[in-house]
């Protein structure tokens, strides 16, 4: 809860936080950036491809160790031997079966659930265990239903965890994150190329900076469209929030599976990205999966960043292999929400740095999700504003 918590509004309050960060100075770099081949002549686009996902065959056991330092957020006053231990096992057709034991909580544990999220960042609950001895020990109900081959690929990339729940620590008291070593750590970055120059406003002559919003992320692997972007015809709550507002919070309930980003690099707090800041967050995926992002194009009503590779998505691995380098300009575009008319970019009074509130604006006459040159629309820029580096961990 903690990331949802953290996520802010842009308000007016908050363009002083934008003038601080555009004051600061663009960091140059002279790296010379491997082009990532994102494989978009290959793919067939089903997301089954060739896909090998990994011991799938068979059935697969892990075992799970629960501890208060994994919970989010921090539980209070959680005796130092809190524990629990858990064998998960999963089959092919995505049935599980789990046996859960906690001990030296501060209460009989009253919940307990399998989630969906990576470390360090929480998700919905995809299974709910059931306990027979008064919260000892907990397995999954035989009437449980199947995970989805969507949560298959969750579980493969160690996007599960339990979370056991006691009256004293209602969010949660000791959590493990399921790791099936099966997955291979990207770090993401994305970086505000833009400078005071880059957006022209023909209006006054004048030009500004691009700052760009914290967003959304999600791995996914059988979608034929980045599920962050449907509905196609009108979009979902998380993204209107955040291309109108720069504002994360409803994202992961109104998209399974999806996270978000908002801390800058080097600051404490979440917030937006003038020239020379930075997003960098880490995930977790496996062969087969497929990455995409949003970020809001700050000044406009509606606009957006992001990926426009096949599937609206960046797939991670080509030949079995992990990609790694920038992203292709071309892989990457401004689209509209199709959720608030469209003024001029950098002085409409309904967009976030000027309007009254969050959620202001005329309604767009044409809802589509869909890039602004699909529209028929185009924005004046001198130059790049966004830069997206995926760097495989060894
Ligand atoms: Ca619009
Ligand atoms: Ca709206
Ligand atoms: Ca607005």
């Avoid at 934008?18 to 793919?43: E, K, M, Q």
């Avoid at 924005?379 to 997206?388: A, D, E, I, T």
Wanted: hydrophobic share 40%.
């Amino acid at each position: 809860m903690l990331k949802r918590n953290q996520a802010v509004c842009l308000s007016a309050k908050y363009a002083v936080a934008f003038s601080a960060l555009l004051a600061l100075a663009a960091c140059d770099s002279d790296d010379n950036p491997v082009i990532t081949d994102t494989g978009s002549g290959t793919d067939t686009g089903n997301g089954t491809d060739n896909v090998e996902q990994p011991d799938n065959g068979g059935v697969q056991t892990v075992s799970v160790v629960l501890d208060a330092a994994q919970e989010i957020p921090a539980p209070s006053g959680v005796p130092a031997g809190a524990s629990g231990s858990a064998d998960v096992s999963i089959d092919a057709n995505g049935v599980v079966t789990a046996t859960l034991g906690v001990s030296n909580l501060t209460g009989p544990a009253v919940m307990a659930h399998i989630h969906r999220g990576f470390a360090g960042d929480t998700g919905p609950v995809v299974i709910g265990l059931t306990s027979d001895d008064g919260g000892s020990t907990w397995t999954v109900p035989a009437d449980a239903r199947a995970l989805t081959a969507e949560e298959i690929g969750a579980f493969n990339r160690g996007e599960l965890y339990f979370n056991v729940h006691t009256a004293a620590n209602g969010a949660g008291e000791i959590r493990g994150q399921i790791d099936a070593g099966n997955a291979t750590a990207f770090t993401i970055r994305l970086e505000n190329i833009s400078t005071t120059n880059t957006l022209n406003v023909a209006s006054d002559g004048t030009t500004q900076a691009v700052p760009l919003s914290p967003g959304a992320y999600i791995v996914h692997r059988n979608n034929a469209d980045s599920p962050l972007l449907l509905p196609r015809d009108a979009a979902n709550a998380g993204l209107e929030a955040v291309a109108e507002d720069g504002n994360t919070a409803p994202y992961p309930s109104a998209v399974s599976g999806a996270a978000i980003f908002n801390t800058p690099v080097g600051a404490d707090a979440p917030g937006p990205i003038g020239p020379g800041g930075a997003y960098e967050f880490t995930l977790q995926a496996i062969e087969g999966d497929k990455f995409a992002f949003v970020t809001m194009f700050i000044p406009s009503n509606d606009w957006f960043y992001t990926t426009t590779d096949a599937d609206n998505s960046i797939d991670l691995f080509v030949d079995g292999q992990p990609i790694s380098g920038e992203v292709l300009e071309s892989d990457i575009a401004i689209w509209d929400a199709g959720t608030e008319a469209d003024e001029e970019p950098g002085t409409g009074p309904n967009q976030v740095q000027r309007q009254a509130g969050a959620d202001t604006g005329t309604a767009d006459p044409d809802t589509r999700v869909s890039s602004i040159a699909g529209r028929g629309q185009s924005v004046s820029l001198n130059g790049r504003v966004l830069r997206v580096t995926i760097t495989p961990q060894p």
